[in-house]
């Protein structure tokens, strides 16, 4: 991950291309994990990722490009916030609220949980509205 210019930039490869979206895998590795010994080591990780980013010149792409994938800093952290910053502060708004009413832990924590599901259902349903929100961008790099 680079960041230039208020831009989080991955570099990734063409996986699939259809009309007008590049599907690229990305591989995210944490900080240690071009150490030697990081095979020997929990602490290093690497994940792949797959992200589908709508461009115009889609067909521009060939399967096995290497790319550069981008995205704005305000995109990204509009979308951690929609990931993980307002479901915690549903959970423990949930959480609090159903302890001060009832004084029952356990139950406080199960309404806690439970009230992520409407969350993440209502998430899921304004998905297309968030991911118009969120804009990667793709450009080939030269090799």
């Given at each position: 991950m680079h960041l230039m210019k208020?831009?989080?930039t991955h570099k990734g490869v063409v996986e699939c291309i259809t009309n007008d979206m590049v599907r690229v895998r990305i591989v995210q590795t944490s900080?240690?994990?071009a150490c030697?010994?990081?095979g020997h080591c929990?602490?290093?990780e690497s994940k792949v990722k797959i992200i589908d980013v709508v461009t115009a010149d889609a067909s521009s792409y060939?399967?096995?490009d290497n790319v550069m994938v981008s995205v704005s800093e305000r995109s990204a952290h509009k979308?951690?916030?929609v990931g993980f910053g307002l479901p915690f502060v549903v959970m423990m708004f949930a959480l609090f609220?159903?302890?001060w009413?009832?004084?029952?832990e356990t139950l406080s924590a199960l309404v806690g949980l439970g009230a992520l599901i409407p969350y993440y259902i209502i998430i899921w349903l304004f998905r297309s509205r968030i991911g118009n929100s969120v804009k990667f961008s793709v450009e080939k790099l030269l090799e």
């Open positions: 208020s831009k989080i900080a240690c994990a030697k010994v990081a929990a602490a290093s060939n399967i096995g979308a951690l916030l609220l159903t302890m009413i009832t004084s029952d």
